[in-house]
Structures are given as structure tokens and as C-alpha cells.
């Protein structure tokens, strides 16, 4: 048990140590809170007392800069930090059997994960039928969404899939094809043993580097995510989420039946350690949901992995993969939000067609996985192939900012869970105990090293 203990420490100790020592005086959950509660209450008062909506739109976009920036910063840290944790995690994976065998998991948990999401979107949108009832002035049929929208096929799936130029995926921040070339780097490293040692140790300092990067940029979350609160309310104002309450309401709820589902799925593998699981994510989760984006809670997501005591050649494996495959809370929107545009104008869809356009959204959503705002260009590539108007689209674009920071703070639970479960089954966990141990002895050395400072 103490081998491996120290094992486990050796593989993380300075990321470990040094985003414990970066983060040590950041933001607690708490405080992410009260920037939410305070951000919503100055976007009400903005948006309620400015003299025109113009002038409440530009007030706004003068809040956006600040939430904005923080997402560049982020985005910045995304490329080196995916390509220099996985490629230390498969190099430490010893072959590519391990690899292959890791990849292999990944990707079963991560299709069933997509297939119950999407499955349970469409139940709930037909049981709960919002489009029927919620009277809304439609858009004409002819309007358009202005979305780029291409159909599906085999090509497009493999040119997003497999880079033309790393150096250009990374500019791009393209994460599935960052993970491909990553993994042929991180097995060709492994293959060649010992000759490997001094360019690995290279890479893992790089990794050490951006997680120190992380901490100085997530001392800026709190502030972003009152900004990101205060441009979203006084833009859109809280009426229009009382026009949507039904929609909205029953989006939410049906996100929170897929938390218990991959809670319990959770549960069914880590027992009662999922609880300790849920409390180390709160921030990540706090912090997708408030800037609607799942890639802000990426190295937050990290650290608290660790501090569970996922072994960080799988986190820095699967958390990646999970980027590009297992957007549950996106998923779920998919059907629940072509149903309901369908619903709204009346358009009737039998079992049959229902089933094949679930069937069609799981290969698209993989093909598309990156694309900005990829759940819309989905389903709008989705209502066109079924025949639904796109004009569909302009009645949840007002409050689709609000939808996306479920979807996205659901995403980062989803990963979180699949990184852990993954970890279990490869031998790769450490015991409760023992991740306790391990989390202790970081905060004494960050201790240690800050009054030392």
C-alpha cells in the first residue's frame, strides 16, 4: 500500500503541488456563489434602469470583455496542458495495450453515456410535451438561424478526427485532435524506453508549468463569473425567462434526473466515495455552469481528480476524450430541443422517426464535437435532415446562454464520474485512506512552501 501510495504521489507530485500552492488562496465554491447571486442582481438593476435596451446591450458587452478575457486565458492553457498531462499519463501507461485497453473503456462508457442522454431528452420532451403548450408567436418558417450547418458524413468525421498539422489543431484548440496525436506521441515515447527519459521529463515540467499557469488564472474566476452573470441578465433581462419558464423549467428538471442517473452509475462503481467525488468537483461545476462553458472547469477538474485519487495517467487520458464524446448535458438538449421545436409548430414524429433521429444525432454530435456552440449547429443540421424549419432555432437562441450553462456544468460532472470509474476498473484509484493521506501531505508541502516564500 505505501508503494503505491508513493508511486502515485511520484506520477503527480509537482502538478499536484504546485496548482495546490496556486490555488491555495483562490476562490471557494462559496464565494463563486455570492459572484453569481451579485452578478444577476447589479445585470437586473442594469437592465431595468438603463434609459434604452441599447444602451443596456452595450453596458452589457462592456461586462462580456471582462468574462470573455478569462475564457481566452483559459482556452490559452487548454492546448499545451491536454498534449503535456496526457502524453506524461501514456507514457507512464508502459504499452499500447494499456493504452488501447484505457481507450477501449473510455469509449463504451462514453456511447452509453450519449446514448441514455439522448434517449432520456426524448422521453422527457414527449411525456412533458413543452412545444404544445407554451403558445409562442412562431417565427416564420422561412426565416433562418444563420448557423453553419453541413450534413454529416464519414470525411468530415475523419478531417476533424485525425490533425493535418498539430501546430494548427492547437492554435484551434482542436482537443479530439490534440488527444489522437497525443497518443501516438505518448506510445512511440513509451516504445523506445529509457531514450525517452530526458524529452519525458521535458513534457512533465511543461505540464508542472501549466498548472501553475492554471492557479494564476483561476484567481480570476470569481470576478469573471460576476461579469459573465452581469452581461447575461442585462442583456436578456428576466423576463425573458418567464416567457420561457416552462421550457426552461423542464429542460432543468430533465438535467437533473441525468445527474442522478450518472450519480448512481457513479455509485455503482465507487460506492459511497462518489459523495467525496460530487464535494471535490463543486467548483468546476459552479464554474462551467456560471460561464457556460464546460473548458473553464478543465483544470480545475484535474486537480480535483487528483485530490480523489484518480491516477493522472488516466484523468489526463480519459478527461480529454470526454471533451470530444461525452457532452451528456449537450446531448440530452439535442432531442429535447428538436422535439420541442417540432412540437411547437405541430409537426408530428412517430416512434420510427423519433428512434432514427437519435440514431443520427449520436454519430453527428461526435462529428461536430468542438464546433462553437455545437449543440445549436446540431440540431439545426438535424431539423433540416427531418424536414423541421430551422426558424425553429430563433425561439431558444434568447435563452440559450441560460441552457448552455446546465449543459455545460452537466458535461463536467459527466467526465468527472467517467475519469473516476475508469481509474477503478484499471487499478488506477487509491483507496479512501490513502487518498486522503495523499491530499493531506499536499497541503502540508504547499504549506510549507508558502510560508517558506
Known amino acids: 500500500?505505501?508503494?503505491?501510495?508513493?508511486?502515485?504521489?511520484?506520477?503527480?507530485?509537482?502538478?499536484?503541488?504546485?496548482?495546490?500552492?496556486?490555488?491555495?488562496?483562490?476562490?471557494?465554491?462559496m464565494t463563486i456563489v455570492y459572484a453569481m447571486i451579485l452578478g444577476i442582481l447589479i445585470g437586473y438593476v442594469i437592465n431595468t434602469q438603463a434609459s434604452s435596451a441599447q444602451s443596456a446591450f452595450q453596458?452589457?458587452?462592456?461586462?462580456?470583455?471582462?468574462?470573455?478575457?478569462?475564457?481566452?486565458?483559459?482556452?490559452?492553457?487548454?492546448?499545451?496542458?491536454?498534449?503535456?498531462?496526457?502524453?506524461?499519463?501514456i507514457a507512464h501507461m508502459g504499452d499500447a495495450s494499456s493504452v488501447g485497453r484505457v481507450f477501449a473503456k473510455a469509449l463504451g462508457w462514453f456511447f452509453t453515456a450519449s446514448l441514455v442522454s439522448l434517449l432520456l431528452g426524448l422521453v422527457l420532451s414527449n411525456l412533458m410535451q413543452p412545444g404544445q403548450y407554451m403558445h409562442l408567436t412562431l417565427p416564420e418558417a422561412g426565416a433562418t438561424a444563420n448557423l453553419a450547418v453541413s450534413s454529416f458524413s464519414l470525411k468530415d468525421f475523419l478531417n476533424h478526427l485525425i490533425?493535418?498539422?498539430?501546430?494548427?489543431?492547437?492554435?484551434?484548440?482542436?482537443?479530439?485532435q490534440i488527444v489522437v496525436f497525443s497518443m501516438f506521441f505518448g506510445i512511440a515515447m513509451s516504445a523506445i524506453g529509457e531514450k525517452n527519459k530526458t524529452l519525458l521529463d521535458s513534457i512533465d515540467g511543461l505540464s508542472h508549468i501549466m498548472l501553475k499557469v492554471t492557479g494564476y488564472v483561476m484567481k480570476f474566476a470569481p470576478v469573471a463569473v460576476l461579469a459573465a452573470m452581469v452581461a447575461n441578465v442585462a442583456e436578456n433581462g428576466i423576463s425573458i425567462l418567464e416567457k420561457f419558464a416552462i421550457f426552461m423549467g423542464e429542460f432543468y428538471l430533465g438535467l437533473i434526473v441525468l445527474w442522478c442517473i450518472l450519480i448512481f452509475a457513479g455509485y455503482l462503481f465507487l460506492g459511497k466515495r462518489i459523495k467525496t467525488l460530487l464535494q471535490n468537483v463543486r467548483e468546476p461545476f459552479l464554474i462551467s455552469f456560471a460561464t457556460a462553458s464546460s473548458e473553464a472547469a478543465y483544470p480545475k477538474i484535474l486537480i480535483a481528480l487528483d485530490r480523489f485519487g484518480v491516477s493522472r495517467k488516466i484523468s489526463s487520458f480519459v478527461m480529454p476524450m470526454g471533451y470530444s464524446f461525452n457532452l451528456d448535458g449537450s446531448m440530452m438538449y439535442c432531442t429535447f430541443a428538436t422535439l420541442f421545436i417540432a412540437q411547437a409548430y405541430g409537426i408530428h414524429l412517430d416512434f420510427g422517426t423519433q428512434i432514427t433521429m437519435l440514431l443520427i444525432l449520436m454519430l453527428t454530435s461526435k462529428g461536430m464535437a468542438g464546433v462553437p456552440r455545437a449543440s445549436l449547429v446540431v440540431i439545426a443540421a438535424t431539423l433540416n435532415q427531418f424536414n423541421i424549419p430551422e426558424a425553429g432555432l430563433l425561439l431558444i437562441l434568447g435563452v440559450d446562454t441560460f441552457l448552455d450553462m446546465g449543459r455545460s456544468a452537466t458535461n463536467a460532472v459527466g467526465n468527472s464520474i467517467a475519469a473516476a470509474v475508469i481509474a477503478k476498473s484499471e487499478g488506477e484509484l487509491l483507496s479512501e485512506a490513502q487518498a486522503q493521506k495523499l491530499a493531506a501531505s499536499i497541503d502540508a508541502e504547499a504549506s510549507t512552501k508558502m510560508h517558506g516564500a
Request: hydrophobic fraction near 55%.
Open 163 to 176: 490533425p493535418d498539422s498539430v501546430v494548427a489543431s492547437m492554435a484551434k484548440n482542436e482537443i479530439l
Open 59 to 89: 453596458i452589457a458587452s462592456y461586462f462580456s470583455l471582462i468574462s470573455d478575457a478569462f475564457l481566452r486565458l483559459i482556452k490559452m492553457i487548454i492546448a499545451p496542458l491536454v498534449f503535456s498531462t496526457l502524453v506524461v499519463g
Open 1 to 29: 500500500m505505501v508503494k503505491r501510495l508513493i508511486a502515485h504521489r511520484h506520477l503527480i507530485s509537482l502538478p499536484m503541488t504546485t496548482a495546490k500552492k496556486t490555488t491555495a488562496k483562490t476562490a471557494s465554491p
